[in-house]
């Protein structure tokens, strides 16, 4: 096995999933790659199981740039399965399971998914999800093909090749398919090794905590991390407290990644307190702001060593980081930033004009760097709405650069609703409760949450003569979106306030519940 610094730098020109999985089975086959409650793999095995897999996916006729599609929970199977795809090329469109059956069922039809594999639990899906693909494979399926294929010979894809498509709420209703490549995937990590950043090296004795849903990228994109450096990436279904604290403890966890609102979780839960921390040494968290106030008391009950990151599916999550050593337990100025570009990252604020701005003007985050997406999937005007040819991404983020080149973000330009860490667009759950039989119209707004950061707020207007009931607008949305979109309050009231040209003025509905509060994002 070479030495910590020595793969760390061997690795760094790597930029495929073959490339990696072929490395570490060279390097280190008997140390353990991936873990879950349906199996675990040592590096040598994932790349014997992946190449099995590949097998099984030929079998059925896919090739390079086919889309499939995963329903269901983290497990090691889906990372395997998507790890044997990614070698090849062939895409995986990975779908929120919290997601409504119709939500669900869109993306696996505008994906073109030609094979919809199942998740442990969720075979019965078969039956509602499995008409949007050709085939429908579940996952003790794949795991068959791990024992009963033979290997053979394949062409491995490059670094520029897509490999992995999130969906992403928009802000028009339908979510958009993000096309992200092995680049993508690995070029932030690489640079900042590239760049001698500390925590960006892994030790050999590591593993990191796989926990987050695996169609974010905070969730799949935290395997493909653990990959790349050689560590054990142990899988948790779901976010749990009692089973995160379980596998710090007994599985050695080292670095783990969490949206604010899981952290707040986790020091409120009453093992917390109980649990030896000792081996943890990196807490990442980002995907919405975090209370300062929060953030203090993890650092304390933690010990670990916090980084927060700021970014989004399109530019393959982190891009901006505020290191360890910019956290106090005192509280400072630069923690109410997201820290500094990373390596190979440029950053510019503009006007409504695109002019860049000067030190501490406000406008829009725009980002440019090896990270950034491919493009939205089948939408070319919305791609080239959002990335300029010269491969700047418009993020939709309003904020400032301080002297120093900090980052601080000072409200959302879109009207997107972070609650615990999922984003939430108003117009999807607008044109959910319209068709209310009470409801006249609808705006959607985020109201403060000191669990969630944000929660969703219906403001309706009943239609002549009809009275509405809250919890049946509640139960009404419940039926049509996934949970963390259906509203948590409704007020209703007698008409929208709307500028001359019709538009609702949502920042005036905002506002009484942001008073007080010196940005209006929580």
Known sequence: MTSTLTAAQETADLFSFDEFIRYWAKDRPERLAIEGDDFGLSFAELEDMTARIISGLTAMDLVKGDRIAWFGKNSATYFALFYAAARVGIVMTTIGWRLATPEAAWIIENSEAKVLFLGDGFEACRDTLGQGAARCVTAADVRDWMQNYSRASFLAAG???????????????????????????????NASIANSQPHSICDEDEAMLVCMPCAHIAGTGVGAFALSSGI?????????????????????ITRAVFVPAALQMLVNHPDCAKTDFSRLRYITYGAS???????????????????Q??????????????????????????????????????????????????????????????????SYWKLPEATKATMTDDGWIATGDAGYLDEDGYLY???????????????????????????????????????????????????????????????SIIIWTRERLASFKVPKTIDVIEALPRNPSGKILRRQLREPYWVGRERQVN
Request: charged share 25%; with cysteine.
């Open 159 to 189: 670094p520029d090749d897509a490999v992995l498509q999130l969906y992403t709420s928009g802000t028009t209703g339908n979510p958009k398919g993000v096309v992200l490549s092995n680049r993508n995937l690995f070029c932030m990590r």
């Open 289 to 307: 702001p975090i209370p300062l106030e929060l953030l203090r008391e993890c650092m304390r009950m933690f010990g670990a060593g916090f980084i």
């Open 409 to 471: 973000i000072h409200d959302r330009m879109k009207d997107m609703i972070i609650t615990g860490g999922e984003n939430v667009y108003p117009a999807q759950v607008e044109s959910a409760i319209y068709g209310h039989p009470d409801v006249l119209e609808v705006a959607v707004i985020g109201v403060p949450d000191e669990k969630w950061g944000e929660a969703v707020k219906a403001v309706c207007v009943p239609k002549p003569g009809h009275t509405i009931d809250p919890a």
């Open 309 to 374: 990151v700021y970014g989004m599916t399109e530019t393959t999550g982190a891009i901006c980081e505020l290191p360890p050593e910019d956290h106090s337990p005192d509280g400072n100025e630069r923690m109410r930033s997201a820290g500094k570009p990373a390596a190979g990252v440029e950053i510019e604020i503009r006007d409504e004009q695109g002019q860049a701005l000067a030190v501490r003007e406000i406008g829009e985050i725009v980002i440019r760097s090896a990270a950034n997406m491919l």
């Open 232 to 252: 054990p990436g142990v899988i948790l279904a779901e976010f749990e407290a009692g089973r995160v604290f379980h596998a710090i403890e007994s599985r050695g």
